[in-house]
């Protein structure tokens, strides 16, 4: 008969109901399988960690948001932020669930295009566009997004040279009761330089003003801020048609909605605090039908929606490498994936959960990362079962950002993989090896 494991006794004390700093006591939650595959089975065939994409997901989440829009506005064309997850297969389901493609460079300009979007379907924002990412733009007829009178006197010179008339909107900064304002990016509705940005394109002879936009911020917890920033670009929309006697073609959002991740120093989880896709639908409609627009020349909306549309459908999978007792007393645990995958862990309390149920009791513990850096905090306080060298865990809601933003640093970055509809599995971005940087380095001879 095998001998059967020794675990230390726990004393747990009993909380009736009574919240502390991490909420109110619940059942701990497992994460055994993703989309009917068990975490054990994904790991043993592809590594850990491992990235692992859920498309059901993906196409759930974005059959939500279009839902609460089309019902609320008749006109709506989403457009995939590539910058949130541009993983080649990621964009190729937005793009098949009927997204343009929203860029901010001329890497991911040529990754829309290679992924099979026409450039007339590619919103192109950014403050960094070179003259080639703008000749590029404008013979591939996609929408541009000026951000500043710099750019604006280059796109001028440059449609003058090629002879080519360029599609233009603006980008407007604004104060939408957001602070700090996102002021950075685009011109001031309130200080009048979107206005003169427009009355300069509209005399420009190779320029054609077809839209406005605006990014109001990111992780927006409050719908009416929409609202307020729908209203100011209404009022744009409605000052061009007074003066030139002209309707643009779209009003552009941006994109901001929060995911369900909980923000640090969050005392409710975000699954309880964020809006809803409904809600902020509803401001944003209900401030453009409202407002002084015609009901037969309403604009195009146009949203960039990306952490809220993809932050569900992410998964990270992990192994425990080590616990230790630090001075403190307080117990923590070292896992096989750090900061330099899960670039979101510096403001999100990230999800974290065991693969199976475990026997020992929970206690505030941190969860570190296997970097030789003191930075690399997975989670810094986190009410946790006690875990052995070798268990799994999986840490959820991350599909935004940290698969674009994640680096190698002191470790390889892992396999990439997506769950089809089918519940079929696809590597969608291999295992880096010293072979994929010995193809890019070069070691002069001395």
């Given at each position: 008969m095998e001998k059967i494991k020794y675990e230390k006794p726990v004393i747990n004390k009993i909380s009736a109901g009574v919240p502390s700093k991490f909420?109110?006591?619940?059942?701990?939650?497992?994460?055994?399988?993703?989309?009917?595959?068990?975490?054990?089975?994904?790991?043993?065939?592809?590594?850990?960690?491992?990235f692992v994409i859920s498309e059901r997901t993906i196409r759930e989440v974005f059959a939500e948001a279009k839902r609460a829009f089309e019902t609320r506005y008749p006109k709506v064309q989403f457009a995939w932020s590539y910058k949130t997850n541009y993983m080649d297969a990621v964009c190729s389901i937005y793009h098949d669930e009927g997204s343009w493609a929203e860029v901010v460079s001329g890497f991911e300009f040529e990754k829309a295009l290679s992924n099979g979007v026409n450039g007339s379907q590619i919103i192109f924002n950014g403050p960094d566009k070179s003259e080639t990412?703008?000749?590029?733009?404008?013979?591939?007829?996609?929408?541009?997004?000026?951000?500043?009178?710099?750019?604006?006197?280059?796109?001028?010179?440059?449609?003058?040279?090629?002879?080519?008339?360029?599609?233009?909107?603006?980008?407007?900064?604004?104060d939408a009761g957001i602070y700090p304002i996102w002021d950075r990016f685009g011109f001031n509705y309130e200080n009048g330089d979107a206005w003169n940005a427009i009355n300069r394109i509209m005399l420009a002879e190779n320029l054609e003003l077809i839209g406005l936009h605006t990014h109001i911020g990111t992780y927006i917890m409050v719908s009416s801020a929409y609202a307020i920033a729908a209203s100011?670009?209404?009022?744009?929309?409605?000052?061009?048609?007074?003066?030139?006697?002209?309707?643009?073609?779209?009003?552009?959002?941006g994109g901001g909605f929060a995911s369900k991740n909980t923000l640090k120093g969050a005392y409710m989880p975000g699954t309880e605090t964020c809006p809803s896709f409904d809600e902020y639908a509803e401001a944003i409609s209900n401030a453009l039908i409202s407002s002084e627009i015609?009901?037969?020349?309403?604009?195009?909306?146009?949203?960039?929606?990306?952490?809220?549309?993809?932050d569900d459908a992410g998964f990270l999978l992990t192994t425990v490498l080590a616990n230790k007792r630090l001075n403190s007393g307080r117990r923590s645990t070292v896992i096989d994936a750090g900061v330099n995958l899960l670039f979101t862990s510096f403001w999100y309390n990230l999800g974290v959960y065991p693969s199976k149920e475990m026997s020992g009791g929970?206690?505030?513990?941190?969860?570190?990362?296997?970097?030789?850096?003191?930075?690399?905090?997975?989670?810094?306080?986190?009410?946790?079962?006690?875990?052995?060298?070798?268990?799994?865990?999986?840490?959820?809601?991350?599909?935004?950002?940290n698969m674009t933003q994640s680096m190698q640093f002191i470790t390889y970055r892992p396999n990439m993989v997506l769950i089809d509809m089918e519940g079929k599995t696809h590597i969608i971005r291999k295992k880096e090896s010293l072979e994929t940087f010995k193809q890019q380095e070069l070691n002069p001879k001395r």
């Open positions: 909420g109110l006591p619940v059942k701990q939650k497992i994460i055994s399988d993703i989309d009917g595959i068990k975490v054990s089975t994904l790991m043993e065939k592809y590594g850990s960690p491992l990412d703008l000749t590029m733009a404008i013979e591939h007829n996609a929408c541009i997004h000026i951000d500043h009178f710099d750019e604006l006197y280059l796109l001028i010179e440059i449609s003058r040279k090629i002879n080519k008339k360029a599609r233009v909107a603006i980008r407007v900064n604004l100011k670009l209404a009022n744009l929309y409605m000052a061009v048609h007074r003066k030139f006697d002209y309707w643009l073609k779209y009003i552009d959002l015609p009901h037969e020349n309403l604009p195009v909306l146009f949203l960039e929606t990306g952490r809220a549309l993809i929970a206690e505030e513990s941190t969860i570190y990362g296997p970097l030789c850096m003191n930075i690399d905090v997975v989670r810094d306080a986190i009410v946790f079962p006690h875990v052995n060298t070798g268990d799994q865990l999986v840490i959820e809601r991350v599909g935004a950002y």
